[in-house]
């Protein structure tokens, strides 16, 4: 008997958490705010499903009732990717090591 | 166009450097790169999925009108956000996600042909699973930030509202929702699809509103982790590594994050999410102490016991924040050092409003990030220091944690800023802090308290020094 796909997938997933719970907890507690900012921009990545919800309107009727969310989507997980990388940055830029000179 | 396996590897390439991305903050120093790996995986995700789609027709125009809108705002809002407005940002911003895989999750219900899932009315058992749960944890998620968010702004009050029977009605409504994604998975009706998402958007608003302000540090995490779990739920249905993976880091991120933040207030998760904390705990020690006396100093005899000390421990809170008074406490450690004076920073797990806030006020003010230390690293060092400097916060140094069983933040681990020479406290007034209780510190011999704006008073410091 073939393996579901789904059974990869759920492979995937469940390991991916047990990295996450890895990689998280080296994270130093001083970057924590970066650290939600940077969750935030990456869990945007649900634009790639608002793409294709988008362009799966036909070319007579671009904005059908499916693809009408699509798009809006499309906008808001943008907010998020800018907005969020953005702002993560502005924040770690701050971040500096001592300056004798200063 | 792209091959479906193809397409997978590089939806594998922008998961693993996602990883990297929050592998990259475990110091400063690897953080810009983390940063610019999440960016590039960004990058190729989007890349991919246009090139996978392969329709480039008039409603590809679209999509990049879309994209260019939606990132303008996003890149406006970044460049022009406040530093201490950052809860608010992220709370903000948990609510779009939550909101883009509801519509995501309602895009594919109404058109599961473009998603490979099967027909309108005929979806796939498996993926009507995966996008119930996507949506319902997306809804909650985006109405619950919401909350979060007018709490924070101070639209709406931060004191928990609660009601009689919100318990029950809670649980009620959570088993319905369980019930509803049965039936709908059951009968593929569309009915029960936005009945579905409805009771999702009316839980996640009753989850939030009974839990108070100084409780969001565990609240925005949990909107975090929620975030990621909706994203992961979409992630199965669309059958996309990359999302998959993000969904999971994310998720477990959060979750990390609110185990953090209940520990430095030694609350267990459900106590928190429970609600009503700071409402009810007004505890009978208050009345009389009140009396005591306190003894009240002025700028001058602050700089005077600074001057003469050899180093001085800073411990910021919310208070701080609120006055915005980072830029001027920075001038004026400043000037301490220039008279040789070692300063350093204090930092508890749960000072401000979320995980970090306060590293993140001491950075824009350009405290080096090496003078800031946490908890666990500065607690013995207080002992040996002369000037605690305590600016906006209160229940963080409350002796009481530790010798007070009666006392609701017993066993709160604290910073022991009583073990100082001498302590001076900035503060509007002597009203207690969230959880409502007295702090012993406020009466004692060596405590000077200084009422006054966090900003007005650091900076009258300064020039007095």
């Known amino acids: 008997m073939e393996i579901d796909p789904f059974i990869f997938r759920l492979s995937i997933f469940i390991l991916s958490i047990f990295i996450g719970y890895y990689v998280v907890w080296s994270v130093t507690p001083s970057l924590h705010t970066p650290l939600m900012s940077v969750t935030n921009a990456i869990s945007s990545v649900i634009i790639v499903g608002a793409i294709i919800a988008g362009l799966a309107g036909n070319s007579d009727n671009i904005f059908n009732n499916s693809s009408i969310f699509g798009f809006l989507a499309i906008s808001l997980a943008a907010i998020n990717i800018f907005g969020g990388f953005l702002v993560t940055q502005r924040m770690l830029a701050m971040y500096k090591k001592k300056k004798k000179d200063k | 166009m792209l091959s479906a396996n193809l397409s997978a590897i590089f939806y594998l390439i922008s998961g693993v450097l996602f990883i990297l991305a929050l592998r990259g903050l475990s ?4 953080s810009r790169q983390g940063n610019f790996f999440g960016i590039l995986g960004m990058v190729i995700a989007i890349t991919v999925t246009f090139l996978s789609v392969g329709n480039f ?34 709370a903000g911003f948990h609510s779009l996600v939550g909101l883009a895989a509801v519509f995501v999750a309602i895009s594919a219900f109404l058109n599961p042909e473009a998603f490979n899932l099967g027909s309108p009315g005929n979806i796939k058992l498996g993926s009507l699973i995966e996008m119930s749960i996507g949506a319902a944890v997306g809804a909650v998620t985006f109405s619950g930030s919401i909350i979060a968010f007018l709490k924070l702004q101070g639209i709406m009050s931060g004191s928990p509202i609660t009601f009689k029977g919100q318990h029950p009605l809670n649980a009620l409504i959570l088993i319905s929702i369980v019930v509803v994604t049965y039936l709908l998975c059951a009968t593929q009706s569309a009915n029960l699809f936005w009945i579905l998402l409805a009771i999702s958007f009316l839980i996640g608003f009753l989850l939030i509103i009974p839990i108070g302000g100084a409780d969001m540090p565990v609240v925005i995490s949990m909107l975090n982790s929620y975030s990621g779990w909706a994203a992961a739920g979409i992630g199965f249905t669309l059958e996309n590594t990359a999302l998959i993976i993000t969904g999971a880091l994310v998720g477990s991120s959060g ?15 459900f106590n928190v999410i429970l609600g009503g904390f700071g409402a009810t705990d007004q505890t009978s020690s208050t009345g009389n102490k009140e009396q005591k006396p306190v003894k009240n100093g002025n700028a001058e005899d602050a700089a005077f016991l600074m001057k003469n000390a050899s180093s001085v421990i800073i411990v910021p809170g919310y208070g701080m924040a609120v006055a915005q008074a980072q830029h001027a406490l920075r001038e004026m450690v400043d000037t301490l050092k220039k008279n040789d004076i070692k300063v350093s920073y204090a930092i508890h797990p749960v000072a401000g409003r979320m995980p970090g806030h306060m590293n993140v006020l001491l950075a824009e003010a350009n405290v080096p990030y090496d003078e800031v230390f946490e908890l666990e690293e500065i607690n013995n060092d207080f002992a040996n220091a002369d000037v605690a400097f305590v600016i906006g916060a209160n229940d963080v140094t409350n002796p009481a944690a530790k010798t007070d069983p009666q006392s609701p933040i017993y066993g709160m681990p604290v910073l022991d800023v009583e073990k100082c020479k001498s302590i001076l406290f900035v503060k509007r007034s002597l009203s207690p802090g969230y959880a409502g209780i007295d702090n012993d510190l406020f009466y004692k011999e060596n405590t000077l308290m200084l009422f006054a704006d966090a900003k007005k008073m650091t900076e009258d410091i300064t020039k007095n020094l």
């Open chain 2, 27 to 30: 110091s400063p120093e690897t």
């Open chain 2, 255 to 269: 979750a990390i994050l609110s185990y953090i933040m209940c520990k430095g207030m030694n609350r267990s998760f």
């Open chain 2, 57 to 90: 027709s008039s409603g590809f125009i679209y999509v990049l009108i879309f994209l260019l809108i939606g990132g303008l705002i996003g890149a406006y809002i970044a460049y022009k956000i406040p530093m201490t407005a950052m809860p608010e940002l992220v």
